[in-house]
T-cell receptor
Framework: NAGVTQTPKFQVLKTGQSMTLQCAQD?????MSWYRQDPGMGLRLIHY???????DQGEVPNGYNVSRSTTEDFPLRLLSAAPSQTSVYFC???????????FGSGTRLTVV | AQSVTQPDIHITVSEGASLELRCNYS??????LFWYVQSPGQGLQLLLK??????LVQGIKGFEAEFKRSQSSFNLRKPSVHWSDAAEYFC????????????FGKGTSLLVTP
């Protein structure tokens, strides 16, 4: 049982480049979400989804897009990378409001 | 929206001493509360959760937390700290306004001294 799998683990981008952070879960969880973690800021919600085809914005959505075409996958797209998007990104999934979230191991992104 | 505050950025505890990490929540109804731990360079691991019922919640690794509605608190405790407990600890609340995603506190960094 792999849980939540994030790829890649590390990535360096140049300013203006685009890329997709992958997130997949094999637990048939309906709820999925993306967070970014910055020093002293805790984890902040970027986008979330409550099921296939349903996504919405969190606290810090600017510069990011998501889609949820299947229950398993929830990719995060950076449209035009900026140095301010240098961060560690975590994907998480949950079976619902009475359950905790399982987190992936994270993607460390550096934008130069 | 539901939110949590962790008043302590850093805590230093001697090995074998007791530990209490503070978390205060903001929400009128009963919140769904969590404690997560993050070791350096790692992802987040769920320690325990509270939804309703017994206000003293037992978790993994010998941790427990007590929900106190009168104080709007959900403090994490451990009777005797081990050096391996050194990590970052996050309190979080489920936000019903954001599809029950989590709102996190800014974290408390725990240092354990010999």
């Amino acid at each position: 049982n792999a849980g939540v799998t994030q790829t890649p683990k590390f990535q360096v981008l140049k300013t203006g480049q685009s890329m997709t952070l992958q997130c997949a879960q094999d637990m048939n969880h309906e709820y999925m979400s993306w967070y970014r973690q910055d020093p002293g800021m805790g984890l902040r919600l970027i986008h979330y989804s409550v099921g296939a085809g349903i996504t919405d914005q969190g606290e810090v959505p600017n510069g990011y897009n998501v889609s949820r075409s299947t229950t398993e996958d929830f990719p995060l797209r950076l449209l035009s990378a900026a140095p301010s998007q240098t961060s560690v990104y975590f994907c998480a999934s949950s079976a619902g409001q009475y359950y905790g979230y399982t987190f992936g191991s994270g993607t460390r992104l550096t934008v130069v | 929206a539901q939110s949590v505050t962790q008043p302590d950025i850093h805590i230093t505890v001697s090995e074998g001493a007791s530990l209490e990490l503070r978390c205060n929540y903001s929400y009128g109804a009963t919140p769904y509360l969590f404690w997560y731990v993050q070791s350096p360079g790692q992802g987040l691991q769920l320690l325990l959760k509270y939804f309703s019922g017994d206000t003293l919640v037992q978790g993994i690794k010998g941790f427990e937390a007590e929900f106190k509605r009168s104080q709007s608190s959900f403090n994490l405790r451990k009777p005797s700290v081990h050096w391996s407990d050194a990590a970052e600890y996050f309190c979080a609340v489920m936000n019903s306004n954001s599809g029950y995603a989590l709102n996190f506190g800014k974290g408390t960094s725990l240092l354990v001294t010999p």
